[in-house]
């Protein structure tokens, strides 16, 4: 799925200036960060969502987001067949990063995803995963250090080499506690990124994922950031 997405890329890559107004592109020397000291998160305030639907009914929607964005509705058994698996890693850990939460840390009370596409194949991922207090720490920190283990790690779909890089990356403040970093796909000179803000609110942990052609400018993160949080707050 990489593979076919990275072709795909290749041909919005020299539109890149058609995102500027949707989604971002940086400049090729924006500097790389290394991951600073881990964020902790906040203590639990008890309130543990249990239905999916209305954890669901608390993520953005596309009236929300920026540009001319869409639902993409989820599969079914009917759409025919399912989605192929994920590409192998090594190491075989690193395959999650970017999963959703519920995937990542077991546990969960309660988890939701919506997708969206927009030009130019950018598109954002948004999931969140409720858990109880006792296991809110434990799922913010197994989550948080996916990509500082995973630094730099290889993938190959379909016998094509992929190398992956995960960097730091700013982002202001956002809810209880957050985290942010960038991942970097390259393959036979096509890249994509994705910017990624990991952010607790209550005990609800959600996870924002802008994905472009190129680079994703910082500032869109934190703005889809700093909503979801304000939607999920009521």
């Known amino acids: 799925m990489m593979r076919s997405t990275l072709l795909r890329a290749s041909a919005a890559a020299s539109a890149c200036a058609a995102l500027a107004g949707v989604v971002g592109c940086g400049s090729d020397d924006e500097p790389a960060g290394s991951f600073p000291a881990a964020a902790t998160a906040a203590p639990g305030s008890g309130t543990v969502v249990r239905d999916p639907a209305q954890l669901a009914a608390g993520l953005l929607a596309a009236p929300d987001l920026p540009g001319d964005f869409s639902v993409v509705p989820p599969r079914t ?26 995937d990542q840390h077991p546990g969960s009370s309660a988890a939701a995803s919506v997708q969206f596409a927009g030009p130019s194949y950018a598109t954002i991922d948004i999931d969140a995963a409720s858990y109880p207090d006792a296991a809110l720490a434990a799922a913010f920190d197994a989550v948080q250090a996916q990509p500082r283990r995973c ?26 506690a957050s985290s942010a970093f960038t991942l970097t796909a390259t393959s036979e000179g096509l890249t994509l990124t994705s910017a990624a803000a990991l952010v607790q609110v209550g005990n609800t942990l959600v996870q924002v994922v802008v994905t472009a052609p190129e680079t994703v400018d910082p500032g869109v993160l934190a703005d889809l950031t700093a909503a979801q949080v304000r939607k999920l707050r009521g």
Not at 93 to 101: E, F, W
């Open 151 to 176: 630094a730099a790690y290889t993938g190959d779909d379909a016998g094509v080499h992929i190398d992956y890089r995960t960097t730091a990356l700013a982002q202001p403040p956002a809810g209880d």
């Open 77 to 102: 058994g009917d759409d025919g067949p399912a989605v192929p698996p994920a590409a192998p890693t090594d190491p075989p850990d690193c395959g999650r990063l970017l999963s959703p939460i519920a």
